[in-house]
């Protein structure tokens, strides 16, 4: 089965500066790559996902890269802001369930931004 | 409008109970699912249902049996509850298919078994 590595656990930046999450992936056959925001006492909130067909996508602040050859892929988070602190998740996809398979999540990223 | 909701949002029970957690959605998903975190925030995935069927069911002790009376619905029951059971459990939904879309999650169910 699929195995996600999350690095690093904690991460803390200081406001303003940017923040670079890297996860890698086993299964050649994932093709589906989201990552996941949560915070204290709720769920994991979508902030932006790629699919393998694409190499890099940007939403404002937040924009993830994905390196299908080396399986690994990347959250970037420039001009951080407080309401950013919070868990980010990694998670891989590989559609063996027929579009109902379930996401296998990395252990997750504390993210402290110092004010 | 509430997504994805859950019920209880705590659940705190004594070892050897039978427990219940619902699920509801009403964003017109064709695919439910739920997820395990456990104290250290590891999420993993335990049941999908596509349609009402199961499709998929991870290494889950058989104690836990998810229940889908419609689309819209899925409802996890837990039987002999066990010290390792405490968790947060999630229940997400998404619209299946080639292109998958994004998963909503619930806003979690805190199980605490004593």
């Known amino acids: 089965g699929e195995n996600v590595e999350q690095h690093p656990s904690t991460l803390s930046v200081q406001e303003g500066d940017s923040a670079v999450i890297k996860c890698t992936y086993s299964?050649?056959?994932?093709?589906?790559f989201p990552w996941y925001k949560q915070e204290l006492g709720k769920g994991p909130q979508l902030i932006i996902d790629?699919?393998?067909?694409?190499g890099e996508k940007k939403d404002q602040r937040i924009a993830v890269t994905l390196n299908k050859t080396a399986k690994h892929f990347s959250l970037h988070i420039t001009e951080t802001q407080p309401e950013d602190s919070a868990v980010y998740f990694c998670?891989?996809?590989?559609?063996?369930?027929?579009?109902?398979?379930?996401?296998?999540f990395g252990k997750g990223t504390h993210l402290i931004i110092q004010p | 409008d509430t997504a994805v909701s859950q019920t209880p949002k705590y659940l705190v029970t004594q070892m050897g109970n039978d427990k219940s957690i619902k699920c509801e959605q009403n964003?017109?998903?064709?695919?439910m699912y739920w997820y395990k975190q456990d104290s250290k925030k590891f999420l993993k995935i335990m049941f999908s249902?596509?349609?009402?069927?199961?499709?998929i069911n991870e290494t889950v002790p058989n104690r836990f049996s998810p229940k889908s009376p419609d689309k819209a619905h899925l409802n996890l029951h837990i039987n002999s509850l066990e010290l390792g059971d405490s968790a947060v459990y999630f229940c997400?939904?998404?619209?299946?298919?080639?292109?998958?879309?994004?998963?909503?999650f619930g806003p979690g169910t805190r199980l605490t078994v004593l």
């Open positions: 299964d050649s056959a994932s093709n589906y």
């Open positions: 998670a891989a996809s590989s559609g063996s369930g027929g579009g109902a398979d379930g996401l296998t």
């Open positions: 964003l017109g998903h064709d695919t």
């Open positions: 790629i699919r393998s067909n694409v």
């Open positions: 997400a939904s998404s619209q299946g298919g080639r292109d998958r879309t994004e998963q909503f």
């Open positions: 249902y596509n349609n009402k069927e199961l499709i």
